[in-house]
């Protein structure tokens, strides 16, 4: 499942985003900072049309959605990487996430306070990116020390050592340890220390209801730091979100439409944080479910597979595979078998946004 951390600023809105995300979370949005204590987690579906039509088409008893788990952290503030506000605390908790959703206040309002004094969305994301990247020197600066020793007899040392030496390199300069290129072996010896500047980040610029759909000059602020960093970036509103879990199901595309945007934050989210870390969707449907499945961008039908059962990746014979958009214009998997749609793919097919695929293996 993947997990994604939601950090920022106290007062950014990161709470109020993160109980509208998760409906059911406990999460305190309190105007004040460090009301969240503790990390609060959440699971959450992924939202996703094509699921409920491909359910319909094979009248599938359940339908089972692919599903992010979103971790509310504390706000960080100044400091952070060395102890203030709790900071060591909550550092520790991002390391667990696959990917940094990282909100930055874009809206005005006299009533919540910021704890800078004033809105500033690239300095506000300047001071967490520093403390992120400060506690990560601190982390190779301490490995690199206890690897001194191991260096001069181990070759496997020596290739972590030289590739920290290039991270905190770039750490020292400010920068973030994704930009340093390593290769396979250099990235499997890293990982154990979970870098947090080398998480996959997106910005979440949060807006008032009023700029939810053009946005303002604080989000293209936000615009430019992102494409310096190769980050990703969604426009959200936690008050727009708050306000559509009060709302029925049959009223929430009617309210967005009037807001002049196609789908919540929470589609916006997840879409952008799928893009950002290369995943892709494929189904498999049938009269007992219609399920999604999350894989990597580039998996072969093995591979993808395996996702369900290490038995049916050790054990491929073949994958029947179509594309659900013509699965749902030839009306049945029956039906687009007589119209010779659907293949047989073998070990090298690389999987496709989409497909629906039924696999054939040895136990």
């Known amino acids: 499942m993947?997990?994604?951390?939601?950090?920022?600023?106290?007062?950014?809105?990161?709470?109020?985003?993160?109980?509208a995300l998760v409906a059911n979370a406990q999460a305190e949005a309190a105007n004040y900072p460090f009301?969240?204590?503790?990390?609060?987690?959440?699971?959450?579906?992924?939202?996703?049309?094509?699921?409920?039509?491909?359910?319909?088409l094979s009248s599938s008893k359940e339908l089972i959605p692919t599903r992010v788990e979103f971790v509310d952290i504390a706000g960080l503030v100044k400091g952070a990487s060395q102890g203030e506000g709790l900071g060591n605390k909550f550092l520790a908790n991002i390391r667990e996430v696959d990917a940094i959703v990282h909100v930055v206040r874009c809206f005005e309002n006299d009533d919540v306070i910021h704890v800078s004094g004033s809105v500033?969305?690239?300095?506000?994301?300047?001071?967490?990116?520093?403390?992120?990247?400060?506690?990560?020197?601190?982390?190779v600066e301490k490995r690199r020390e206890r690897l001194k020793k191991q260096v001069r007899t181990s070759?496997?040392?020596?290739?972590?050592?030289?590739?920290?030496?290039?991270?905190?390199?770039?750490?020292?300069?400010?920068?973030?340890?994704r930009s340093v290129s390593l290769t396979d072996e250099e990235a499997a010896m890293i990982k154990p220390l979970g870098l947090l500047t080398a998480k996959p980040i997106i910005y979440a610029t949060n807006v008032s209801e009023d700029d939810?759909?053009?946005?303002?000059?604080?989000?293209?602020?936000?615009?430019?730091?992102?494409?310096?960093?190769?980050?990703?970036?969604?426009?959200?509103?936690?008050?727009?979100?708050?306000?559509?879990?009060e709302l029925p199901e049959e009223d929430r595309a009617e309210f967005l439409e009037g807001l002049g945007v196609e789908e919540g934050g929470l589609q916006s989210l997840i879409r952008a944080t799928y893009s950002l870390l290369g995943l892709r969707t494929y189904f498999t449907t049938g009269e007992k479910e219609?399920?999604?499945?999350?894989?990597?961008?580039g998996m072969t039908a093995p591979q993808a597979a395996g996702v369900i059962h290490t038995d049916f990746e050790r054990g491929f014979i073949r994958a029947q595979t179509?594309?659900?958009?013509?699965?749902?214009?030839?009306?049945?998997l029956s039906?687009?078998?007589?119209?010779g749609w659907l293949r047989a793919e073998g070990k090298e097919y690389v999987v496709e946004e989409g497909d629906v695929m039924e696999f054939l293996f040895n136990v």
């Open 212 to 245: 939810l759909s053009s946005g303002n000059a604080y989000c293209e602020e936000v615009a430019v730091l992102a494409q310096k960093e190769g980050a990703g970036t969604v426009r959200i509103s936690a008050q727009v979100e708050a306000e559509l879990i």
């Open 120 to 139: 500033g969305p690239a300095r506000d994301a300047e001071v967490i990116n520093l403390e992120l990247g400060l506690a990560d020197l601190s982390q």
């Open 322 to 332: 179509i594309g659900y958009k013509e699965l749902l214009e030839a009306g049945s």
């Open 35 to 56: 009301c969240t204590i503790e990390p609060n987690s959440g699971v959450v579906a992924v939202p996703d049309p094509r699921l409920q039509q491909l359910s319909d």
């Open 335 to 339: 039906e687009a078998r007589n119209k």
């Open 2 to 19: 993947l997990k994604a951390g939601i950090v920022g600023l106290p007062n950014v809105g990161k709470s109020t985003l993160f109980n």
């Open 290 to 297: 219609t399920r999604a499945w999350t894989i990597k961008a």
């Open 155 to 177: 070759k496997e040392a020596q290739v972590e050592d030289e590739a920290l030496e290039r991270i905190q390199a770039v750490l020292e300069q400010g920068g973030a340890a």
